[in-house]
C-alpha cells in the first residue's frame, strides 16, 4: 500500500550546524505534507507544513523542500540546537481523502554540544 | 500542546479491565483523532470524529471504543479486547475533517498493562 517513509532512523549533527531530515512518500495522489516534532514522552509539535503546489517553504529555522517529481520531502534545521534534539516524523495527506495523516516511522536528531 | 488536554498522564491496567483516557480541546474544533505510537514506531489510527455524534473507525479499531457527545470531548476506552494495549495514546483535532487542516495534538497518555 501507499507509505511514508524516512531514509534515516537517528541523526547526529554537532550544536551550530544545519540539519536535514530525509522523507519519501510513495502516494503520488498527496497533496498536502506536514513536519512534526515529538520530543520524549510528549505529544507531537507542528513545525512546518507544505502544500504540493509549493516546492519551498520557510519558517524560523526551518525549512520544507518537496520534490514531486521523485516523491521526496526534506526539513531543514538552521543553526541546530540542543533544544532541537527529538524525533521528527513526516506525514502526508491526500485531498479527496479527508484529512487522514499517513506518518512514517520518525527520525531522532541528536545535537551534540 | 496547544488547547488539547488528555489526562491521565499516566494509567496503569489490570489484563481485563476497561479505562477510559480523556481528551478535551477548546479550540473549536469539529475534528478529532485518536492515535496509538508504540515505542520506536509512527502513530497508526485508532478512530476519528468528524463532528459530534459521528466516529468512524480508523486503521486498528479492534478492541477500542468512542464517543462523541459533545464537540470539545472525545475519550477512548480501551476494552478488554485490545490484545496489546501497552501504548502511547495521543489525542489530535483538527478545524475540518474535510481539506487538509492541520492536526494539533494533545500531550498523551501513557497507558500500561500490569
Known amino acids: 500500500g501507499e507509505n511514508v517513509g524516512l531514509h534515516l532512523p537517528t541523526l547526529s549533527v554537532q550544536e551550530g550546524d544545519n540539519s536535514i531530515i530525509n522523507c519519501a512518500y510513495s502516494n503520488s495522489a498527496s497533496d498536502y505534507f506536514i513536519w512534526y516534532k515529538q520530543e520524549s514522552g510528549k505529544g507531537p509539535q507542528f513545525i512546518i507544513d507544505?502544500?504540493?503546489?509549493?516546492d519551498k517553504r520557510q519558517g524560523q529555522r526551518v525549512t520544507v523542500l518537496l520534490n514531486k517529481t521523485v516523491k521526496h520531502l526534506s526539513l531543514q534545521i538552521a543553526a541546530t540546537q540542543p533544544g532541537d534534539s527529538a524525533v521528527y516524523f513526516c506525514?502526508?495527506?491526500?485531498?479527496?481523502?479527508?484529512?487522514?495523516?499517513?506518518f512514517g516511522g520518525g527520525t531522532r536528531l541528536m545535537v551534540k554540544p | 500542546d496547544g488547547g488539547i488536554t488528555q489526562s491521565p498522564k499516566y494509567l496503569f491496567r489490570k489484563e481485563g479491565q476497561n479505562v477510559t483516557l480523556s481528551c478535551e480541546q477548546n479550540l473549536n474544533h469539529d475534528a478529532m483523532y485518536w492515535y496509538r505510537q508504540d515505542p520506536g514506531q509512527g502513530l497508526r489510527l485508532i478512530y476519528y470524529s468528524q463532528i459530534v455524534n459521528d466516529f468512524q473507525k480508523g486503521d486498528i479499531a479492534e478492541g477500542y471504543s468512542v464517543s462523541r457527545e459533545k464537540k470539545e470531548s472525545f475519550p477512548l476506552t480501551v476494552t478488554s479486547a485490545q490484545k496489546n494495549p501497552t501504548a502511547f495514546y495521543l489525542c489530535?483535532?483538527?478545524?475540518?475533517?474535510?481539506?487538509?487542516?492541520?492536526?494539533?495534538f494533545g500531550p498523551g497518555t501513557r497507558l500500561t498493562v500490569l
Open positions: 489530535a483535532s483538527s478545524i475540518e475533517l474535510t481539506g487538509t487542516d492541520t492536526q494539533y
Open positions: 506525514a502526508e495527506s491526500e485531498n479527496n481523502a479527508g484529512n487522514m495523516l499517513t
Open positions: 507544505i502544500r504540493s503546489n509549493m
